[in-house]
C-alpha cells in the first residue's frame, strides 16, 4: 500500500458519515452505514504488498457480520414482516437464477471452496442474464445451497412472502420476476454493503457488480494474484463485471 493510498484513508477516516438525530429510524440508518464505513477503512489500513487476499477475506467477513447485524435490526423494527415470510430450507425458486452481486459476496463463497469452480455464461448483459433459468451454480440436489453460510447479500437480503408466485415465475420463465417481500425490511441488510462500496469507489477499488459464478470461477483459479490486483486498484474482474447494468 503506497503513501498516497494510506492518505486517502486517513482523509476519509477524518471525516466519517454523518448522524442525523432527526429520527430514531434516520439515526438508526446513519449509525449502521457509518459503522460499516469505518470498519471498511479499518480494514484497509492493515493492506500490504503480500496479504491482499487475507485482507479480501476480512472485508467479506465484515461485510457478512455487519448485514446479519442490519437484519437483526430491521427484524427488532419491523417484526410485522417476519410472520408472512415464506422462504424455508429446500424451497429454491429464488435459486434458479445467475445472480448479479458486488465482488466481496464473490470473495466470501470463493473463500470458502476447497476445489475450483467450472462455470461459464454465455451473456453477461444484464437484461439477457435475467432470461437465463438455470439453477445456481451453488444449489444443490436437493434443493438446498451448499454455500449457505456465506451466501451473498441478495440471497440474505430477498425473502418471499409468496412463494406460489416465485414458482410460477421460474416455470414460466418470467424474465421480469419480482419477489414479492417487505421492501423496508429488505432494505435494512443493504446498508452496510453501500457503505463498503462508497469506500471502494473513494479509493479507487472496483465496485461494480460482478456476475457471482464467473467471479467466483475466477477466484477460485488464483485467490492471491486476484484480489491483490483488485484491491490495488487493478482490472482484476474485468471479464466478470455485469455489462449495462
Not at 457480520?65 to 427488532?76: K, N, P, V
Not at 410472520?83 to 430450507?89: D, G
Not at 434443493?143 to 449457505?148: D, L, M
Not at 409468496?162 to 446498508?191: K, T, W
Request: proline share 6%.
Amino acid at each position: 500500500m503506497n503513501r498516497a493510498f494510506r492518505k486517502r484513508l486517513q482523509r476519509l477516516a477524518d471525516s466519517p458519515p454523518a448522524i442525523s438525530h432527526a429520527t430514531e429510524l434516520q439515526a438508526t440508518v446513519d449509525t449502521l452505514y457509518a459503522q460499516q464505513y469505518l470498519r471498511t477503512l479499518a480494514i484497509l489500513q492493515t493492506l500490504t504488498s503480500d496479504n491482499a487476499s487475507s485482507v479480501a477475506k476480512n472485508l467479506a467477513e465484515a461485510l457478512r457480520q455487519a448485514s446479519d447485524q442490519a437484519q437483526q435490526t430491521a427484524a427488532r423494527l419491523y417484526p410485522q414482516a417476519i410472520q408472512p415470510i415464506q422462504c424455508r430450507s429446500g424451497c429454491s425458486w429464488c435459486c434458479y437464477e445467475q445472480l448479479q452481486v458486488h465482488i466481496l459476496d464473490a470473495v466470501a463463497v470463493a473463500a470458502s471452496l476447497s476445489s475450483p469452480l467450472d462455470y461459464r455464461l454465455e451473456t453477461r448483459d444484464s437484461h439477457e442474464i435475467r432470461r437465463i433459468f438455470r439453477p445456481c451454480p451453488f444449489l444443490s440436489e436437493e434443493q438446498t445451497c451448499t454455500v449457505y453460510k456465506h451466501r451473498p447479500l441478495p440471497c440474505r437480503a430477498h425473502h418471499s412472502v409468496d412463494a406460489e408466485r416465485c414458482r410460477q415465475a421460474v416455470e414460466n420463465q418470467d424474465p421480469e420476476r419480482q419477489v414479492p417481500m417487505h421492501i423496508r425490511y429488505y432494505s435494512f441488510p443493504g446498508l452496510p454493503q453501500e457503505a463498503t462500496l462508497k469506500v471502494f469507489e473513494e479509493m479507487g477499488i472496483d465496485h461494480r457488480p460482478v456476475v457471482l459464478g464467473l467471479a467466483v470461477a475466477a477466484l477460485t483459479r488464483d485467490f492471491e494474484k486476484i484480489t491483490a490486483d483488485w484491491l490495488s486498484g487493478g482490472p482484476a474482474f474485468e471479464e466478470c463485471i455485469v455489462l449495462n447494468c
